[in-house]
T-cell receptor, first 115, second 112 residues
Framework: DGGITQSPKYLFRKEGQNVTLSCEQN?????MYWYRQDPGQGLRLIYYSQIVNDFQKGDIAEGYSVSREKKESFPLTVTSAQKNPTAFYLCASSLGETGLAGELFFGEGSRLTVL | RKEVEQDPGPFNVPEGATVAFNCTYSNSASQSFFWYRQDCRKEPKLLMS???SGNEDGRFTAQLNRASQYISLLIRDSKLSDSATYLC?????????????FGTGTRLKVLA
């Protein structure tokens, strides 16, 4: 079945540590996204990528980094510079074709807790 | 003003009731509109795309009002399983960069 796989589902981190969240898709989508969700808030865009080897900062990119070396993979690193990293992280993808934007497909999410 | 606004609720309704949510958006150039459903501690899942002519899928009806810049979701004959948060999503791009703007969601509780 086609879809988006995020791992790990739950992650605990000590302050000062970097962590990397994995996101893999087999939908052959060009565009991939990382969102952060906090209680009572909407999804906020961290980074997005429309093509391999290219990515753009979203609204809250500070303290995060990404790479897009392969079409199917878009890992997110939460660095120690991120002041409040405890959150639910969602990876998504879309076809990314020109014209009207299509729907977003989401992975199951990764819940990061900083101890 | 937020780019996409929703009443957070919760909307508490009895089983079998009809309930409607609205979502307003500020960018008049927005082209694509969606309703997603999100269960507690889960990922959002597409409920419906919203087309200019309106669209219906079983008990769910979505409509777009470009003049007043809002979209709506109507749920008829509510079921207990409809209890969830409903997210309004708007995309303003016509090509190239895709920026999806999410509302904070409207929480629905269907009561037995």
């Amino acid at each position: 079945d086609g879809g988006i796989t995020q791992s790990p589902k739950y992650l605990f981190r000590k302050e000062g540590q970097n962590v990397t969240l994995s996101c893999e898709q087999n939908l052959n989508h060009d565009a991939m996204y990382w969102y952060r969700q906090d209680p009572g808030q909407g999804l906020r865009l961290i980074y997005y990528s429309q093509i391999v080897n290219d990515f753009q900062k979203g609204d809250i990119a500070e303290g995060y980094s990404v790479s897009r070396e392969k079409k199917e993979s878009f890992p997110l690193t939460v660095t120690s510079a991120q002041k409040n990293p405890t959150a639910f992280y969602l990876c998504a993808s879309s076809l990314g074709e020109t014209g009207l934007a299509g729907e977003l497909f989401f992975g199951e999410g990764s819940r990061l807790t900083v101890l | 003003r937020k780019e996409v606004e929703q009443d957070p609720g919760p909307f508490n309704v009895p089983e079998g009731a009809t309930v409607a949510f609205n979502c307003t958006y500020s960018n008049s150039a927005s082209q694509s509109f969606f309703w997603y459903r999100q269960d507690c501690r889960k990922e959002p899942k597409l409920l419906m795309s919203v087309y200019s002519s309106g669209n219906e899928d079983g008990r769910f009806t979505a409509q777009l009002n470009r003049a007043s810049q809002y979209i709506s979701l109507l749920i008829r004959d509510s079921k207990l399983s409809d209890s969830a948060t409903y997210l309004c999503v708007v995309n303003g791009a016509t090509s190239g960069t895709y920026k999806y703007i999410f509302g904070t969601g409207t929480r629905l509780k269907v009561l037995a």
